[in-house]
C-alpha cells in the first residue's frame, strides 16, 4: 500500500473499506467525466476551430431530448452517491450498544480522556483490535472535532453536550489523532495519537496502571459531597427527587406530559438546568449546577448514574469494571 | 447569410464617458453605471491583492512542516483575513458591481440603472465596510477563521472580531442594493423589443444572483449582530456557558454563506455563456435550459445549508435531506457544463483570450462540481469535512471558476470598457500560466485532504510536505500569471491599440455603440429585432431530433 506518494491513507478501521470504495466510486465517476468534458472539448475546439475570419456557422435550437438525456443520467448517478453515502453513515453514527466507553473532555488546546476502569490518558487513546468503541465526548470552552483519519471518521466536540463517536478498530499500529474544529491559537498541536492493540495487550496496559479510581466511582463521591444523595437517596433510590438508579437507558414521563430518553444528554442538561425538563411529580426545587462543576465532574455524575443498578433495563454500564474476558479474542 | 461587419457602426464620438468630464469630483459624484463599474474595479482589485498577498504568506508557511516563518496567532489572522478580503471585498462584488455594472444597462438597451444615486450610494457603502475592516486588519487582525465559529469567535478570541464584523456588515448593505437595483433594472428598463428570451444569458444569471443577494444578505447581517449582541453584552445566543447553542450560529451563518457560493459563481456562469456562445458564433444550445437553471441553482442553493453541518452531531435525517438536496443541486450545474459543450458543435471557435479562459473554466468548474459530490455524500464528507479536500474543492470554484470567469469577462469587455485592446499575445500566455499555476496549486490538495491532512493548520505532519511543496510551486507560477494581465491592463490604458465598436464582430446590444461608450450608452434607443446570440437569421436554424420551436420560446 505505502507508495511514494499514498492515495489513501492507513486503513485502520471497519469504516475505512467501506469509505473508501464509496471514495473509489465517486473518483471514477469524478474522473469519467472530467476526461469525456475534457476530450470533448478539445476535440470541437480542434475541429470547429475558425478557418476563415468571417465564416458563420448554422445555429443549432437544442433538443430536448438531449436535455432530458443528460439531466436524468447525472441525477440517477447521483442518486446512487446518495443512497450509499447515507447508508454507510447511518453505521457511523448509530453507536452500538455492547461497546467500551471512553470518556472525552477537549480544551483548548488538548484532549484529556479516561477510560471506564479509571485509566486517564492526555492526547493518547489506547484501544483494543476487534472491540467496539464508543467515545462520549464534550468540550470545556470551544468547538473541537476528534478525528481519526485512519478510522475514517470524526465527530465535533460541542460544549455544552455530550456528542458520540464509535469505531472498531482492525489494524493495530500508531495513527494520528486531529483537532478537525478551528479552535484558536494552537489549533494545529492538539494532536495526539490512537494506539491500537492486541486485545491481551489492551488488557494488559488497563490493569497496568493500578490505584485509579473509576469515573463512576468518583461520582459517587461527588454524588455525597455537592449533596445530591440529600434528595436523591444515597444509592439513587429517590426521595425528594426523582429515583435515578436503573432509569439510565429508559424513557422517563416529563412534568410538561412529554417523555425523554435518559442519556447522558439528559443527565447533564439536568444537572446544569434542572428546570429544563423536569420528571413528572416533582416540583422545580433543585438548584442549578451551572459553573460549579466541570465537564471532568459532570462526566464522573454521569457514569456514577449510569452505573446505578435498579430493578430493570438501565444496565449498560453495569458490569463490573474489570478487563473483559480474553474469549473475546476470536478475530 | 448576413455578414457581421454590415451592422450599422456608429461614427467613433469625440466624447465619451471616460472623457465627458474631468476631475476627482467628477468620478466621485458620478451617476453613471458605467464610471461606478470602474471605480468598483479599482477597489475590488485594491482588495484582491491584499487578500493575494496574505495567500503568498499562507504558502510561505506552509512550505516546510513546522510553523518556522511565523508564529500560530500571525498564521490564524492570516488565513482568517486571505478568506474575509477574498469572499466579502472581491467575490462577492467582483463580477456583478464591475462588470453586471457596466453592461446590464447595455445589454438590455438602458441609458442606466434603475436607481443610479442608489449605485453610487452601494459602492460608498462598500469602501466604508471595507475601510473599518481594513482598520481592523491594521489594528491588529482577527483569527476566527472567516467562518466566526461560536463561541470561539464569541467569548474566546480576543481579536477585533466585533470591529471586522461591522465591516462586512455594512458591506452587506451595499450587496442589497446592488441586488435591488438589477431586479428593478431588468424588470424595467428593457429597450423596446428585448423580451425575457431575448436577454443575454449574463443578464439572467446576475437576475438570479440579485435574488440570492436580497434573500440572504439580511440573514449574515443579523447573525453578525447577533454575534455582536453575545460579545458585547454576554446576551446567552450561541455561547453554551451563557445558556446559548454554539450550532445555532452554524446554521444561521451557512444559510447565508451557502447562497454566497452561488452569488460568487452565478454571475461567472453567466459570463461563460457570452464568451461561449460568442467566440463560437453560435446561439447557446438550449438557452432556456440555461437561463432557468441559473434561477433552480439561485433557489435550492438556499436548501443546502446543513451539508456544513454533518459532523456537528446534527440529526442523522436532517443530513440525510440535506444530502439529498445538495446532490439535486448539482444538476443544474452540470445541465450547464453538457449546453456550453453541446454549443461548440459545427460551431466556429476562436482562439482568443477571452475563450481560453472560458474553456479554462468549464474544466475546472467540472473537477470543481464533481468534488462537490464527494462532500454531499455523507460517509465520505465524515471523513473529508475541515480537510484540505475542503480547501481544494472550494478554490477549484472559487478561483478555478469564478476568478476564470472574471478574467474571461474582463478581456471580452476591455475594449469597450477602456476603448483599447490589450495585449492579445500576453493574454494568452497569461490564461496558461494561470490555468497550470492554479491546477498545480490545488490538485495536490485533493490528495492531501483524503490522506487526512485538516485545514487551518499551521504546523503539520512530515508526511503531508510532498503536497504542500507542490501548492507553494504552483502557487507561485499562479501569482506570476496574475501579475501579467494587471500590468498589461493598466498599460494598455495608455499605450493599447484603439478599439473598434465592435472588435470581435459580435451581435450583442453592448457591441452597437461606440468604445467606449457615449454617457447615455445609446444614441438613440435601439429596439431589438433580434434574439439572442442570433448571427445568422432565425430561419436558417438547424432542427435536431424532433426539437420543436414554439418549446423553445416558452
Request: aromatic share 16%.
Amino acid at each position: 500500500m505505502q507508495s511514494w506518494i499514498p492515495l489513501v491513507p492507513d486503513s485502520a478501521s471497519t469504516f475505512s473499506w467501506q469509505v473508501d470504495a464509496l471514495y473509489f466510486y465517486l473518483s471514477g465517476v469524478t474522473l469519467f467525466f472530467s476526461l469525456l468534458i475534457s476530450a470533448v472539448l478539445i476535440f470541437f475546439v480542434i475541429r470547429y476551430r475558425r478557418r476563415t475570419p468571417y465564416e458563420i456557422p448554422r445555429p443549432i435550437a437544442g433538443s430536448h431530448k438531449l436535455e432530458t438525456v443528460w439531466t436524468i443520467i447525472p441525477f440517477i448517478i447521483a442518486m446512487t452517491m446518495f443512497g450509499w453515502g447515507a447508508r454507510v453513515y447511518f453505521t457511523q453514527y448509530k453507536s452500538p450498544a455492547d461497546a467500551i466507553e471512553v470518556y472525552v473532555v477537549g480544551k483548548q488546546w488538548m484532549w484529556k480522556l479516561q477510560h471506564a476502569t479509571g485509566q486517564r490518558e492526555i492526547n493518547q487513546l489506547h484501544v483494543p483490535v476487534g472491540r467496539k468503541v464508543k467515545l462520549i465526548m464534550t468540550s470545556e470552552d470551544v468547538i473541537h472535532d476528534f478525528f481519526v483519519p485512519a478510522f475514517r471518521t470524526k465527530a465535533d466536540v460541542v460544549p455544552g453536550k455530550y456528542t458520540t463517536l464509535w469505531f472498531e478498530a482492525t489494524t493495530p499500529g500508531t495513527y494520528h489523532l486531529f483537532c478537525a474544529e478551528y479552535c484558536g491559537m494552537n489549533h494545529s498541536g492538539m494532536t495526539g495519537s490512537v494506539i491500537v492493540m492486541e486485545p491481551r495487550e489492551f488488557d494488559n496496559w488497563l490493569s497496568g496502571s493500578t490505584g485509579t479510581t473509576t469515573p463512576a466511582a468518583a461520582g459517587q463521591q461527588l454524588f455525597q459531597t455537592l449533596g445530591c444523595a440529600s434528595c436523591h437517596g444515597a444509592n439513587g433510590e429517590g426521595g425528594r427527587g426523582p429515583t435515578l438508579a436503573g432509569v439510565f437507558g429508559s424513557e422517563t414521563a416529563l412534568q410538561s406530559g412529554e417523555k425523554v430518553r435518559v442519556d447522558e444528554a439528559y443527565v447533564r442538561e439536568s444537572i446544569i438546568n434542572p428546570q429544563a425538563k423536569l420528571v413528572a411529580g416533582f416540583g422545580p426545587i433543585m438548584p442549578t449546577f451551572q459553573g460549579q462543576i466541570s465537564e471532568d465532574q459532570l462526566v464522573q455524575l454521569v457514569a456514577f448514574i449510569k452505573s446505578l443498578p435498579g430493578g430493570g433495563g438501565g444496565g449498560g454500564q453495569a458490569q463490573a469494571p474489570t478487563a473483559p474476558s480474553p474469549t473475546q479474542n476470536q478475530k | 447569410m448576413k455578414p457581421i461587419e454590415s451592422f450599422e457602426l456608429p461614427e467613433p464620438p469625440k466624447v465619451n464617458y471616460i472623457n465627458a468630464q474631468y476631475g476627482l469630483k467628477s468620478w466621485l459624484l458620478t451617476k453613471d453605471h458605467k464610471r461606478i463599474a470602474l471605480l468598483y474595479l479599482g477597489s475590488i482589485t485594491f482588495f484582491f491583492f491584499i487578500g493575494g498577498l496574505y495567500a503568498l504568506m499562507i504558502r510561505l508557511e506552509l512550505l516546510t512542516p513546522p510553523g518556522d516563518f511565523m508564529q500560530s496567532a500571525t498564521y490564524n489572522k492570516v488565513f482568517t483575513q486571505h478568506g474575509i478580503i477574498m469572499i466579502f471585498f472581491f467575490l462577492i462584488p467582483s463580477i456583478p458591481a464591475t462588470l453586471g455594472n457596466f453592461l446590464i444597462p447595455m445589454m438590455i438597451g438602458a441609458k442606466d440603472l434603475a436607481f443610479p444615486r442608489i449605485n453610487l450610494l452601494s459602492w460608498y457603502i462598500y469602501l466604508l465596510g471595507g475601510v473599518i475592516t481594513i482598520y481592523a486588519l491594521l489594528a491588529g487582525g482577527v483569527d476566527t477563521g472567516w467562518t466566526f465559529y461560536t463561541p470561539f469567535s464569541t467569548t474566546f478570541s480576543n481579536s477585533y472580531v466585533v470591529a471586522t464584523g461591522l465591516g462586512i456588515f455594512i458591506n452587506g448593505f451595499s450587496s442589497i442594493l446592488t441586488g435591488l437595483n438589477f431586479i428593478v433594472t431588468v424588470h424595467t428598463m428593457r429597450a423596446p423589443g428585448m423580451t425575457w428570451f431575448r436577454m443575454p444569458l449574463f443578464v439572467w444569471s446576475l437576475y438570479a444572483t440579485s435574488l440570492v443577494m436580497i434573500l440572504g444578505t439580511p440573514v449574515i447581517a443579523i447573525t453578525i449582530l447577533l454575534l455582536a449582541f453575545e460579545r458585547i453584552a454576554h446576551v446567552g445566543i450561541f455561547d453554551p456557558a451563557l445558556g446559548g447553542d454554539p450550532i445555532l450560529f452554524q446554521h444561521l451563518f451557512w444559510f447565508y454563506s451557502h447562497p454566497a457560493v452561488y452569488i460568487m459563481i452565478l454571475p461567472s456562469m453567466g459570463v461563460i455563456s457570452e464568451l461561449i456562445a460568442n467566440f463560437s458564433r453560435k446561439n447557446i444550445f438550449g438557452y432556456s435550459f440555461v437561463a432557468f437553471s441559473s434561477l433552480a441553482i439561485a433557489v435550492f442553493g438556499f436548501l443546502v445549508w446543513g451539508h456544513h453541518l454533518f459532523v456537528t452531531s446534527q440529526s442523522v435525517y436532517a443530513g440525510m435531506i440535506f444530502s439529498f438536496l445538495s446532490f439535486a443541486v448539482a444538476i443544474p450545474s452540470a445541465i450547464k457544463v453538457f449546453n456550453w459543450t453541446a454549443t461548440l458543435y459545427r460551431s466556429s471557435i476562436s482562439y482568443d483570450t477571452p475563450m481560453l479562459f472560458a474553456l479554462g473554466f468549464i474544466g475546472l468548474f467540472t473537477v470543481g462540481g464533481m468534488t462537490g459530490l464527494f462532500l454531499a455524500s455523507l460517509a465520505v464528507d465524515v471523513h473529508l469535512s475541515d480537510t484540505y479536500f475542503v480547501v481544494a474543492h472550494f478554490h477549484y470554484i472559487m478561483v478555478g471558476g469564478a476568478l476564470m470567469g472574471y478574467l474571461g469577462g474582463l478581456h471580452y469587455w476591455w475594449p469597450k470598457i477602456s476603448g483599447r485592446m490589450y495585449p492579445e499575445g500576453w493574454g494568452r500566455f497569461s490564461a496558461l500560466v494561470i490555468f497550470v499555476g492554479f491546477n498545480l496549486t490545488f490538485l495536490p490538495q485533493f490528495v492531501a485532504g483524503y490522506l487526512g491532512m485538516p485545514r487551518r493548520y499551521h504546523a503539520y505532519p512530515p508526511e503531508f510536505q510532498v503536497f504542500n511543496v507542490l501548492s507553494t510551486a504552483g502557487a507561485s507560477i499562479l501569482g506570476f500569471g496574475m501579475l501579467i494581465p494587471a500590468i498589461y491592463f493598466v498599460w494598455s490604458m495608455r499605450y493599447g491599440r484603439h478599439a473598434e465598436a465592435n472588435p470581435w464582430h459580435l451581435p450583442g446590444l453592448e457591441w452597437r455603440t461606440a468604445s467606449p461608450p457615449p454617457t447615455e450608452n445609446f444614441e438613440v434607443t435601439p429596439i431589438v429585432t433580434w434574439e439572442a446570440y442570433e448571427f445568422a437569421p432565425a430561419e436558417e436554424t438547424e432542427v435536431v431530433g424532433k426539437f420543436r420551436p414554439e418549446l423553445e420560446r416558452i
